[in-house]
């Protein structure tokens, strides 16, 4: 009985992983439909880059690295020399766990 209860434990978990991924594939195929849509405006393209940004650093930090030039030249046109706080902690993130590259990382985050 007490193997059985464990089993069931066990699969519950992994019911509830499996929901959460496919939960996020949702978000990021939104976040890229929205992003592909025309006459958008830098600002507008910069949050909705950030926040696709930030679902892929979560799930595979490497594939931000396909966005990387287009993130910090949009906070270049948009904020300039100030920056956006939201590409410093994507990009920190991304420097820290998917390159693992401390020293980057660090500069970004503070």
């Not at 976040?31 to 949050?47: A, C, H, V």
Request: charged share 25%.
């Amino acid at each position: 009985m007490k193997y059985r209860n464990h089993i069931l434990l066990i699969f519950l978990f992994l019911s509830i992983l499996n929901f959460k991924s496919i939960s996020q594939n949702n978000k990021i195929d939104a976040l890229k439909r929205e992003l592909s849509t025309p006459n958008l405006g830098d600002s507008i393209r910069l949050d909705i880059l950030c926040n696709l940004c930030w679902e892929l650093v979560v799930m595979d930090a490497l594939k931000v690295k396909d966005y990387e030039n287009e993130l910090k030249t949009l906070e270049d046109r948009v904020f300039g020399i100030k920056g956006y706080f939201k590409v410093k902690i994507v990009l920190g993130y991304y420097y820290y766990k998917g390159t693992g590259n401390l020293d980057l990382a660090l500069q970004y985050f503070l």
